[in-house]
C-alpha cells in the first residue's frame, strides 16, 4: 500500500516524507546527499537567525543557498519580533525558497532566551502575530514547526495550531515533545493525532521516526499527511530510502555495504568544501572573506558526522577516533581506505 503525497499551498510534497531541519547538520552539502540516496518529498535548512539577518551577519547567508537538485526546499527562520521576522521572511524569498518555515520548536536555552524558538509556545498572542506578519510578508507558503508545548502543564499545540491556520499559515509540523524535554523521553504519538483532528492543513509529524515500520505507524495511528526524519538521517541517507520506499509501495532497498558508506563520506566531505569556497568567494566580493583555511573549516564541521558512517562495522573504532579529527579531504580519503578491501 503506498501513501499519497499532499500539497502545500502549491508545493506538492511526494512521497510524504521531509527531512527535518536541524543545526549544523542540514547545510547543503548534507541536504544533496540525502535528496540522492534517500529522496524525501521535502527537505528543511538549518535554522536562520532573523536577528543575524537584520544586522547583515553574512555567514549566515551561506543558509540560504538552494540548489535545483533539492527541491522542494523550505527554509527556517527564528525570531521574536513580527516585524523582523517579516523582513528576514522577504530577503529569504529572494533566495527563491518552496516555501518558509517558522521555527517554535527549538529548545535550547540560547534561542528560548531571545524569546524565540519554543519561547513562544508560551505568548500564543505573540506567535500568532509573528505568522501573520511572515504571511503577509512573502508570496511563498508559509509553515509552522511547534513543539507540544512548553511543559506538560499544557497540550499548547492545538490552540496554537488554529491560530495559525487562521493567520495564514498552509501547515504545521508537530515533534511531539514537550519543550522541556528537550530530546528526553519518548514521543507522545497520540498528540499529532489530536492536532490533526483540530486543523485543516496538512499536518507533519515528527519524533522518534527510525525504521519504516515508525513512519508507516505514524501516519497510520494519527492521520498525519507527512512524516519528518530527523536524528535517524544523520550520516544515514539510507534510512531515508527505506522509509520513501516502503511509503510509496516499494521494495526496500538493500542495506549500505561498506562500499557504499565509505562513497558517502567522502562525498560530503567533498561537497562540504565546495559549498565553503564558494561561500568564501561570495564573501570575498563584498569584503568579508574568512581568511581561515576553507577545507580545515569545512572538515571540521563534519567532524562529529563522518564517524557515524562507519559506526557499527567490527574494527572501526580506531579509524572513527582519527576521523574526528581529520583536518581535510585526502586525510578523510586515506582514512577511509582502510575499508576498501574486498573483505568488506
Not at 567522502?266 to 576553507?294: K, N, P, Q, S
Amino acid at each position: 500500500m503506498s501513501h499519497p503525497g499532499f500539497r502545500i499551498g502549491g508545493v506538492r510534497v511526494e512521497p510524504p516524507l521531509v527531512l527535518a531541519p536541524m543545526e549544523d547538520v542540514s547545510n547543503l552539502a548534507f541536504r544533496r546527499i540525502a535528496k540522492r540516496i534517500g529522496g524525501p518529498g521535502l527537505m528543511f535548512s538549518e535554522f536562520v537567525s532573523a536577528m543575524a539577518i537584520h544586522y547583515g551577519a553574512t555567514k549566515t547567508f551561506r543558509k540560504l543557498r538552494v540548489h535545483p537538485e533539492e527541491r522542494p526546499l523550505g527554509i527556517q527562520i527564528f525570531g521574536g519580533d513580527p516585524d523582523v521576522m517579516a523582513e528576514t521572511a522577504r530577503f529569504v524569498e529572494t533566495y527563491e525558497p518552496d516555501l518558509i518555515d517558522i521555527n517554535m520548536g527549538c529548545w535550547v536555552p540560547k534561542v528560548c532566551r531571545t524569546g524565540s524558538g519554543a519561547a513562544l509556545l508560551k505568548d500564543p498572542e505573540l506567535a500568532e502575530r509573528i505568522v501573520r506578519a511572515v504571511v503577509r510578508a512573502v508570496r511563498v507558503p508559509v509553515t509552522v514547526k511547534v513543539r507540544a508545548g512548553w511543559d506538560f502543564s499544557l497540550f499548547a499545540a492545538p490552540e496554537l495550531a488554529k491560530r495559525f491556520e487562521d493567520a495564514g499559515a498552509k501547515a504545521i509540523t508537530l515533534h511531539a515533545r514537550f519543550a522541556k524535554q528537550g530530546f528526553e523521553g519518548q514521543a507522545d504519538w497520540d498528540l499529532i493525532r489530536r492536532l490533526r483532528e483540530s486543523v485543516t492543513v496538512p499536518v507533519i509529524g515528527n519524533g522518534d521516526v527510525r525504521s519504516p515500520a515508525d513512519a508507516l505507524r505514524l501516519l497510520e495511528e494519527t492521520g498525519c499527511h507527512g512524516v519528518m526524519v530527523g536524528r535517524a538521517a544523520i550520516s544515514n541517507p539510507w534510512s531515508l530510502a527505506a522509509i520513501r520506499a516502503v511509503l510509496v509501495g516499494e521494495t526496500a532497498p538493500p542495506p549500505p555495504t561498506i562500499h557504499d558508506r565509505i562513497a558517502a563520506a567522502i562525498e560530503h566531505a567533498r561537497l562540504m568544501v565546495a559549498y565553503e569556497a564558494e561561500v568564501d568567494a561570495y564573501e570575498d566580493t563584498i569584503g568579508f572573506a574568512d581568511r581561515i583555511d576553507l577545507e580545515l573549516r569545512a572538515i571540521r564541521a563534519l567532524r562529529g558526522q563522518l564517524p557515524l558512517y562507519i559506526k557499527g562495522e567490527p574494527g572501526s573504532a580506531q579509524v572513527r577516533e582519527r576521523l574526528s579529527r581529520a583536518s581535510s579531504v585526502a586525510e578523510v580519503e586515506d582514512l577511509l581506505g582502510e575499508w576498501r578491501s574486498p573483505s568488506r
